[in-house]
């Protein structure tokens, strides 16, 4: 075998035995139940009154359309 091969190869080896060390050492992650989280899909929402971003009160009245309203829940990094 030449030199420039066996580097090749042991570059190769380094390389595959870093990656199997970084997934041996990765943290298994928790499963989340979902549905203990908070209101889900379809479920109705109780009244609320709270400030927009504009700080406008809105209701829940207040923000139904013909076909209903859809909340969503936008968690900021910098809270």
Known sequence: ???RVM???LAMFFMGMATWAARAQTPTRTKID?????PQ???RVPDFSLQDQHGETRTLQSIMGPKGAMLVFVRSADW
């Open 1 to 3: 075998m030449s030199r």
């Open 41 to 43: 899909v379809g479920e």
């Open 34 to 38: 979902v549905s203990k989280l908070g």
């Open 7 to 9: 580097v090749i190869v």
